[in-house]
Structures are given as C-alpha cells and as structure tokens.
Nanobody
Framework: QVQLVESGGGLVQAGGSLRLSCVAS????????MGWFRQAPGKEREFVAT????????YYADSVKGRFTISRDNAKNTVYLQMNSLKPEDTAVYCC????????????????????WGQGTQVTVSS
C-alpha cells in the first residue's frame, strides 16, 4: 500500500511558478513509477508528466513540455512538479499517482494503469 499526499498548490498570476510536492508513505517508493495528472472543472483527467523508478526516464504532455519539470528524490519518498510560465489553462486540481513498475525505465501515461492516487492540490492561474 502506498499513500500519497500532495502539497504546493495555490493561486498564482499568469507567468508565475509553483512547485508541487507529493510525499509517499512506505519504504518501497523506489519500486514505483510516478505520474502527475490534472483535472479542470468539466474536463477529463489529463496526463501531465511521468517519471521512471530511477528518475532516468521522463515524459511530458505536449501542453506542458518546456514549462514543467518532474523529478523525484527516492531518499525522501517524494516526487516534484516544478511549473514555470504558468497559463490560465493550467488551472486544475493536480494529483500525483504511483504504479508498481517492474522495469527501472518504465513510464506510464494512462491513468488506468496507476493503482495509487493522492487527493490532489488545487492550482489556480489568474490572467
């Protein structure tokens, strides 16, 4: 079992930055690939970024590529999402998710593959 708790959301002006954190419980964090997803009101859940168990493989949605950076610190059981050059269309609830990964380099973009989810943190970008 993995429990995930996000933090770092808030209200920011367009062009600003936020850093989201997601802390996982348990001692097996390094066996999970991690992902960030977001959901805006009235919209489907959207993939944002994913990182492999080792942190060596990363993949971003086109909508955030070049602006967002995902990273992880396995010693701290934490995955981060640094968000720069924020736009009003980035407004959403951001959730981190974990999936047990067999391979060190495995990454996952489909939400149905993730077995564990945090409650989410609200990010609001004003214009």
């Amino acid at each position: 079992q993995v429990q995930l708790v996000e933090s770092g959301g808030g209200l920011v002006q367009a062009g600003g930055s936020l850093r989201l954190s997601c802390v996982a419980s348990g001692r097996t964090f390094s066996t999970y690939a991690m992902g960030w997803f977001r959901q805006a009101p009235g919209k489907e859940r959207e993939f944002v970024a994913t990182i492999s168990r080792s942190g060596g493989v990363i993949y971003y949605a086109d909508s955030v590529k070049g602006r967002f950076t995902i990273s992880r610190d396995n010693a701290k059981n934490t995955v981060y999402l640094q968000m720069n050059s924020l736009k009003p269309e980035d407004t959403a609830v951001y959730c981190c998710a974990a999936v047990a990964a067999t391979y060190l380099s495995g990454i996952y973009t489909r939400p149905e593959l993730y077995g564990y989810w945090g409650q989410g943190t609200q990010v609001t970008v004003s214009s």
